[in-house]
C-alpha cells in the first residue's frame, strides 16, 4: 500500500482537474500524475457529473503531494492562499514565472505572486529573501523591502544591489 501525505492540497476545479495536474505537471521537473479516479454510476441527484468523468487527480510537484478535484463551479480560488515556488537562481525565477502567468491574470502579477490560468495563486520568489528580510540592520531590510515592493517577477540582482547598497 502506498504511503499517504498526512497533508495533502486539495485544489477544486470545475472539470478542469485532469488538465491542470498535466499542465502543472509539464512545468515541474520532478512530478507525475498519481492516479486518477472517476465518478461512479450513483449520485448523479447530488453532484450532477456524468458516471466515467474524472473525478480526482492525485498528482505530485517537487515531492508534494496534490489533489484536484472536478467539484463544480460553485467555488473558485482566492488569493487568500497561495503556493510558493521557491528559486535559487534568476533563471528558475524567469522560468516559473514566464510558465505559470501563460494566460494567467496580468493585473495580479505584483511581488512576486502571481494568478494562472486557472485562477491559482503563486509566489515565485528567491529563497534568499527570507534571510534578506531578517537581516538585524533595519536599513537593509527596508531597502530590499523599497527595492521589491513595485516588482511583479523579483528582479534578484536588483534585490542584492539594494541590500548590499549604503
Not at 98 to 119: E, H, I, N, S, V
Not at 141 to 150: L, N, S, T
Amino acid at each position: 500500500m502506498a504511503t499517504v501525505q498526512k497533508i495533502q492540497p486539495c485544489l477544486w476545479f470545475d472539470t478542469q482537474a485532469q488538465e491542470a495536474a498535466e499542465y502543472y505537471t509539464s512545468i515541474f521537473k520532478n512530478s507525475s500524475i498519481i492516479r486518477i479516479t472517476y465518478y461512479p454510476n450513483v449520485g448523479q441527484d447530488v453532484h450532477g457529473k456524468p458516471a466515467g468523468s474524472v473525478l480526482t487527480v492525485e498528482f505530485e510537484l517537487e515531492g508534494q503531494n496534490f489533489m484536484a478535484l472536478n467539484g463544480g463551479p460553485m467555488f473558485n480560488f482566492t488569493a487568500a492562499i497561495s503556493l510558493s515556488v521557491n528559486c535559487d537562481t534568476q533563471e528558475e525565477i524567469d522560468y516559473y514565472w514566464d510558465k505559470l502567468t501563460t494566460g494567467g491574470d496580468p493585473a495580479a502579477q505584483q511581488c512576486g505572486w502571481l494568478k494562472d490560468k486557472y485562477g491559482l495563486s503563486w509566489q515565485v520568489a528567491p529563497v534568499i529573501m527570507t534571510e534578506l528580510l531578517n537581516d538585524p540592520d533595519p536599513q537593509k531590510r527596508a531597502r530590499v523591502m523599497e527595492a521589491y515592493m513595485p516588482m511583479q517577477k523579483f528582479d534578484l540582482a536588483t534585490i542584492l544591489k539594494a541590500y548590499n547598497s549604503e
